[in-house]
């Protein structure tokens, strides 16, 4: 792994204290009930990481890559749910802060202060997902305002969420035409849609998004019309490592450090079980694949930190660290059932929640086999 300045190993030490004291005890209880944990919305907003990648003079901590990429390893190793609000907040902040205009960024953070200071990040819809390009909620410009009319599926945070990033459809070609649109939640003709019923990844607030006639102030359109689409490019990047990496990431470290104390304590035939070779070799290799995933992501941030993160660089070694610390996490939890056996798969210890939880990090940002066809499509140019 990269060496961490000063600043960084103290955020770190910071968020671990916070996910050991506050994110893990709650885990369980979440994930039985999936209500929205406003518990942790308080605790973030105290420690001010909804704002972490702002620059200071917005109140924020002006986190680079690296340093995002600690924060949500650091949560997520607590609860991998945990980081998700964090994360579509802060894809969205990124995405004002490149494109909003000074007065856009002013009204807009100030409206977040007002209240949960959560945003969503709401691209996704019923018969769009891979294929987002395709999207069909449109936004049509009537006097000083935007109709919006459609729906959005899987919006994380959006159960709670203060305000929603929105990609909306304002022109006739496919990725040529689409703009993002700021949505206020107490926009007439807004609502929060059905909450989805999910695996795992319990108390995320994954709920649809649905727009009838709603009606959105014209200048709460952000960058160029009809430009969104390089905007979901640049943030997907980012996205995917700090987000998603570092979630699958966090969680199967979680899941190896409770198995690792696990062993050494079940005895079978008279002994620890982590005495037998087989486990201690599902263990070393569950470690490998674990700090190979750190590596690549941790490399990656790197590079995006040090080359001011132009996209053509970097979007391969994006893409690979996704799915690549997707598919360790769903491997690694996989295991560390196994390793624990029937116990393993019961509610009463941790490690099927993390097993559960890891599946859905496969799916999201761009599914592994997306990341896999932009991977192949760079290599064969
Ligand atoms: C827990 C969770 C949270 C989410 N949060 C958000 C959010 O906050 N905001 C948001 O906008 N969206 C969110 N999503 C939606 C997520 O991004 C989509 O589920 C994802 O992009 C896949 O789309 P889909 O579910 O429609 O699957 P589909 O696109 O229907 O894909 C179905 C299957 O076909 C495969 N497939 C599709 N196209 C190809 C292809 N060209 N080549 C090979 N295989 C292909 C896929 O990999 C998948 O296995 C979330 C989803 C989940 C599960």
């Known amino acids: 792994m990269i060496q961490l300045t000063e600043e960084q190993k103290m955020i770190r030490d910071m968020v671990r204290k916070i996910a050991k004291e506050k994110i893990a005890p709650r885990a369980a209880e979440i994930d039985e009930t999936d209500e929205f944990p406003m518990d942790y919305v308080e605790v973030y907003k105290e420690n001010n990481l909804f704002k972490m990648v702002l620059p200071e003079k917005h109140g924020g901590i002006d986190a680079n890559t690296t340093t995002l990429c600690v924060i949500v390893e650091e949560l997520a190793k607590a609860y991998a749910s945990a980081p998700q609000m964090l994360i579509t907040t802060g894809a969205a902040l990124h995405i004002l802060l490149k494109a909003a205009t000074e007065a856009q960024q002013m009204r807009f953070f100030k409206r977040l202060e007002q209240g949960t200071q959560a945003c969503s990040f709401a691209l996704t819809e019923p018969n769009h997902g891979s294929d987002a390009g395709s999207l ?11 109709i919006i009319n459609g729906s959005k599926a899987f919006i994380t945070t959006g159960e709670i969420a203060e305000m929603h990033l929105v990609f909306v459809r304002t022109g006739g070609e496919k990725t040529k ?7 206020d939640k107490n926009t007439p003709g807004f609502r929060v849609g059905k ?7 319990a108390g995320t607030g994954t709920v649809e998004l649905i727009f009838e006639d709603a009606k959105v102030p014209k200048d709460s ?13 640049n943030i997907a990047n980012m996205m995917r490592v700090w987000g998603a990496g570092c979630t699958a990431l966090g969680n199967a470290q979680g899941a ?17 079980i982590a005495s037998f070779q087989a486990i201690q070799f599902m263990l070393a290799d569950m470690a490998i694949l674990i700090e190979s995933a750190r590596s690549l992501i941790y490399r990656t941030a790197y590079v995006m930190d040090t080359d001011g993160g132009s996209f053509k660089n970097i979007e391969t ?10 598919d360790v996490g769903m491997k690694v939890t996989t295991d560390a059932v196994q390793i624990m056996g029937g116990y ?13 939880d890891a599946k859905s990090v496969q799916i999201y940002d761009g599914s592994n086999q997306i990341q896999r066809v932009v991977i192949s499509r760079n290599l064969l140019g």
Request: glycine letters at 8%.
């Open 136 to 146: 069909q909620t449109k936004a049509v410009l009537n006097g000083d305002h935007y």
């Open 177 to 183: 035409g689409i703009s993002v649109i700021m949505v």
């Open 195 to 201: 909450k989805e019923h999910k695996m795992g990844f």
């Open 221 to 233: 359109i952000v960058g160029k019309v009809n430009e969104g689409w390089s905007l979901l490019l």
């Open 256 to 272: 190896l450090d409770y198995v690792v104390e696990y062993a050494k304590q079940r005895f079978q035939f008279g002994k620890p």
């Open 317 to 326: 070694l994006v893409c690979m660290s996704k799915c690549y610390a997707a």
């Open 344 to 356: 393993g798969y019961t509610k009463e210890y941790p490690v099927e929640r993390r097993m559960r």
